[in-house]
């Protein structure tokens, strides 16, 4: 198995829902990343864990709530978004050294109204 | 902080021709990655480049890697319609650190 699946594809939500957003992967990668991505912008870093633990976390508001609970799944909670948080929500995954490289999964278009 | 540019941001091409996407970057680093992403669709990774003087190519692109200019080209030859996308260069310094990506080029190939 070489992809990593993110669920739901697509996610049209409230300002006063609470959703999660969810990634899998089983090549035995040891980091997992959410990144954000606007139109027509690079992806940006969110969070990073490493080990199932959060290494990274890039001033990201509490409204996105990152957890990892093993070495294969990768959630993103979601409360109280606004609607500039719509975009892209990619996640990725590595190993912690070689060999390099980072699969991306095909992500959740995220929507807030 | 590293910072990761490309140039041009914009490129509208014809079938046929040739042309060079070039990524700068600002750290020294061994790692640079390019990636490939059709609109609405997520990162398709083309090439890991690890090493001064890499080269790798796949089809229609060739990357290469020079550390000591920081620098790396994506050059397409003979266009076709088929490779309009955009296209991002990004480089990391650790694993599980962060990957900066540059701003993107978005390639257009006009019949």
Redesign the interface.
């Given at each position: 198995d070489t992809e990593v699946t993110q669920t739901p594809k697509h996610l049209v939500m409230g300002m006063t829902n609470k959703k999660s957003l969810k990634c899998e992967q089983h090549m035995g990668h040891r980091a997992m990343y959410w990144y954000k991505q606007k139109a027509k912008k690079p992806p940006e870093l969110m969070f990073v864990y490493s080990y199932e633990k959060l290494s990274i976390n890039e001033s990201v508001p509490s409204r996105f709530s990152p957890e990892c609970p093993n070495s294969s799944l990768l959630n993103l909670h979601l409360h109280a978004l606004q609607p500039e948080d719509s975009a892209l929500y990619l996640c990725a995954s590595s190993h912690l050294g070689p060999p390099y490289g980072y699969t991306f999964g095909s992500g959740t278009r995220l929507t807030v109204v | 902080e590293l910072k990761v540019e490309q140039n041009p941001l914009f490129l509208s091409m014809q079938e046929g021709k040739n042309y060079t996407i070039y990524c700068n970057y600002s750290t020294t680093s061994d790692?640079l990655?390019w990636?490939r992403q059709d609109p609405?669709?997520?990162?398709e990774?083309l090439f890991?480049l690890?090493s001064n003087g890499a080269v790798k190519q796949e089809g229609r692109l060739m990357a290469s890697l020079d550390t000591k200019a920081r620098l790396s080209t994506l050059h397409i030859t003979a266009a076709v319609h088929d490779l309009s996308a955009t296209y991002?260069c990004a480089v990391d310094i650790t694993?599980?650190?962060?990957?900066t990506?540059?701003?993107?080029t978005?390639l257009t190939v006009n019949p």
């Amino acid at each position: 198995d070489t992809e990593v699946t993110q669920t739901p594809k697509h996610l049209v939500m409230g300002m006063t829902n609470k959703k999660s957003l969810k990634c899998e992967q089983h090549m035995g990668h040891r980091a997992m990343y959410w990144y954000k991505q606007k139109a027509k912008k690079p992806p940006e870093l969110m969070f990073v864990y490493s080990y199932e633990k959060l290494s990274i976390n890039e001033s990201v508001p509490s409204r996105f709530s990152p957890e990892c609970p093993n070495s294969s799944l990768l959630n993103l909670h979601l409360h109280a978004l606004q609607p500039e948080d719509s975009a892209l929500y990619l996640c990725a995954s590595s190993h912690l050294g070689p060999p390099y490289g980072y699969t991306f999964g095909s992500g959740t278009r995220l929507t807030v109204v | 902080e590293l910072k990761v540019e490309q140039n041009p941001l914009f490129l509208s091409m014809q079938e046929g021709k040739n042309y060079t996407i070039y990524c700068n970057y600002s750290t020294t680093s061994d790692r640079l990655y390019w990636y490939r992403q059709d609109p609405g669709k997520s990162l398709e990774s083309l090439f890991v480049l690890l090493s001064n003087g890499a080269v790798k190519q796949e089809g229609r692109l060739m990357a290469s890697l020079d550390t000591k200019a920081r620098l790396s080209t994506l050059h397409i030859t003979a266009a076709v319609h088929d490779l309009s996308a955009t296209y991002f260069c990004a480089v990391d310094i650790t694993s599980g650190s962060r990957l900066t990506f540059g701003e993107g080029t978005q390639l257009t190939v006009n019949p």
